[in-house]
Structures are given as C-alpha cells and as structure tokens.
C-alpha cells in the first residue's frame, strides 16, 4: 500500500507528542512492508527539503511568517506527489496543513487522526478570549470542521478526545477508536548501573524517592500546581527529589515559583532531555507525575513510562484516565488541586506500587505498535474497499 501522510510536525524535526506519533506509525507501517510518503513542515528551514529516512520518504515545505504563502507550497507539493506516486490512500494528522488538503481528501481514500481540539487548543494558548481571539478560535474550528467531514473516516485515540470532537462538529459519519501506543524496544526498564549514574548526575541520595515530570513548559500542564504540591509534602516532612525535564516560555517563571517555596533543594529544572536518555530517566525514577489541568487527549509519557515498569500519577485530565483507570483508579487524582496532587503522591509511594514487568505486560497487551499498526492496517483495507 502506498501511504501519503500529511503531518504539521514529524520526528525527530519537531519533539512532541504528536510528532512521535506520527513517525512510530510510518516506521511500523514501513516495517510492514507499506511504502511511506510524509508532507511535513521545514520548522527552522535547516533540513533538506526532502530525504529518505528508514525507508520513508520526507518532504518539507518551508515555514515562514506568511503561512498562506507557506501552505500554498505544501498544497503544491502534495499535488505533485499524488501525480507521481501512484499514491493509493492518504492520512492527515493535522488541520492546518489539511486545510490545505480538502479536495484531495474528498476525493482519495482518506483517514484523518484527531490529536485535539485546534480552538480550544489556541485559547489556552493565548490565555486570552478577547473578542479577536474568539473570533480566531471561531476561525479554526470552522477550518478543523471542514477537514473532519473531507476524511473518510476520522481515528480518535481516547473516548475524551471522541467526546471534545462531537461537542465542536457534531457526528462524524465514520470514527474508530485505535488508542496511541509506544515503541516497546525503545522503552524498556534500564539497569541499576544506569540509574544510580543518574541520580549522582542530580546528587539524590539513593533512599530518596525520585519523582518524574516530562513536559512542554506551558500553562495547561500544571506545573504550578505541582510545584505547590511539592511544597505541602516538604511542610510534612515527606521525603522527595523532582526532576522537572523539558522546556518552554513558564521555565524562568517555574524556576522562580520553586525558590519562593524554597524546593531549590528538591526540584530540579533539567532542561530538555535527550531522547536516548528517557527510558533512563522513566526507569531512575519511582514515579511519575503528570499534573496535566487541560486538554490531555492521549499521554504518551503515561504509556513510556510504564513500558519502563515506573508507575504513573495522573490527574483527571482525560486520555491518561483511560490508560490508568484499568490498571489502578488510585493513581488518578484532581485536577486543580494541589493538596489532591501530595496526597496522590504520598499514597501512590506508600502503597509501594507494582513496578517492573507486571506495567509492561500491562502496555505490551494494550497499546503495543506491533498490535496497533494491525489495527490501521484493517482499518485502511476497510477504507479501500468501500471506496
């Protein structure tokens, strides 16, 4: 089969979720013997405009301030790969360069993957809902309704992310349901050697327990929430070390909080994280925390993270309760809520939770690529068939 993807962000050139989603897919697919195409953005217009990687064939339009002129490029490109190619089934991941999109997703085979609300997305953004901003949010989701409607059939990877959909567009004529999922050979529990290295990298004394956070340092991650969390546990003499791993516009804001609460001793900004180095960090650690407030339609951290046998503490912030409700509804707490966030973690500890293989086989079961990559498979031949 002969795959065109059209991805906004891809692996390795962006980092983020969706970026690695999108890469794991075609590297499975590939692996399967599908012959891969993906349309992608040039995000600092560095990269070569089009290379082959593992076998997959990338193409990236240039990204510049004016992002009409921007997407009429990839709209051109996209053509001429459909003229070339042969192409037998195309699959959008992202509104924006699907708006570019439309007529060929009408009339080609077409499946589109729902990360996430695009308005809903740009006004926690913003943080503002001025008129003009509520006028833009209108905007894209008008734009994002189109292409959900041009698609054949729309994938959603959590029931949360299906009910976000349906509040802003409505019935979908033709959904399925196919969960993320995680690179098992990549994320898997490293030895002890490795882990003590780390923890002396951050001076943590083995006896304490080390908590995890991995995120973009933005508003509707809740990092400030954690950070008080943080400081009730210390008032009660609660024993901790917190990496906070990765980057973003809140880090000098995040790091001046910590010293207010006097954590500087505790919490520890690392900067963005190599990707070699996660399953080091997901294994050094005895749990993760993910204080997400908003729009958490998947949590692929959730998923690394257990591959490499760590359990995880989540808000209820959507996607993650459908991956942890299963396997322990004590691992969920609230949102907003620093007091709920210490008393989770404070529980998730001395509960001594399950590590190791039992999380893994947990993962392995549920949200393996080997597994999911079937279920796109048939879920394409479905979309041939009926076309």
Request: charged share 20%; net charge positive.
């Amino acid at each position: 089969m002969r795959i065109l993807m059209l991805a906004d962000v891809f692996f390795p050139d962006t980092i983020g979720g969706a970026g690695r989603y999108v890469y794991d897919l075609a590297r499975f697919l590939r692996a399967k013997g599908h012959q891969i195409h993906v349309v992608t953005r040039n995000p600092e217009n560095s990269l070569p405009p089009a290379e082959t990687i593992g076998g997959i064939a990338i193409y990236r339009f240039p990204h510049v301030r004016r992002r009409l002129y921007s997407y009429a490029t990839a709209r051109s490109l996209i053509a001429e790969i459909l003229h070339d190619t042969g192409i037998d089934l195309l699959h959008g991941f992202q509104p924006l360069i699907c708006s570019s999109a439309i007529p060929w997703l009408k009339r080609w085979p077409s499946v589109y993957t729902y990360f996430s609300p695009w308005a809903t997305e740009y006004l926690i953004k913003v943080r503002r809902r001025t008129w003009f901003h509520r006028l833009v949010a209108w905007r894209l989701r008008a734009s994002e309704g189109k292409v959900l409607r041009s698609a054949g059939t729309v994938v959603l990877l959590s029931q949360f992310a299906e009910r976000l959909m349906r509040e802003d567009h409505g019935e979908m004529p033709k959904t399925e349901l196919i969960p993320g999922a995680v690179d098992l050979a990549r994320f898997q529990r490293i030895g002890d050697p490795l882990k003590a290295n780390l923890r002396r990298r951050w001076n943590i004394p083995e006896t304490t327990p080390l908590l995890l956070t991995v995120r973009n340092l933005v508003p509707r991650m809740g990092l400030d929430y954690l950070l008080r969390a943080l400081a009730l546990l210390r008032e009660q003499g609660v024993p901790f070390a917190q990496l906070i791993g990765g980057n973003g516009p809140l880090r000098s804001e995040l790091e001046n909080h910590a010293r207010s609460l006097q954590l500087q001793k505790q919490v520890f900004f690392t900067g963005p994280i190599a990707e070699a180095e996660m399953p080091a960090y997901y294994s050094a650690a005895d749990l993760f925390v993910l204080p997400t407030t908003e729009l958490e339609c998947f949590g692929l951290v959730v998923l690394e993270s257990l591959a490499c046998g760590t359990p995880v503490l989540s808000t209820r912030c959507g996607g993650p309760e459908e991956i942890l409700d299963p396997l322990n509804p004590s691992w969920l707490c609230e949102r907003y809520n620093p007091q709920a966030l210490a008393d989770g973690i404070t529980r998730v500890l001395r509960q001594r939770p399950i590590h190791g293989d039992p999380l893994r086989r947990y993962v392995e079961e549920n949200f393996s690529w080997n597994s999911i990559v079937v279920r796109m498979e048939a879920l394409y031949a479905k979309v041939l068939g009926g076309c």
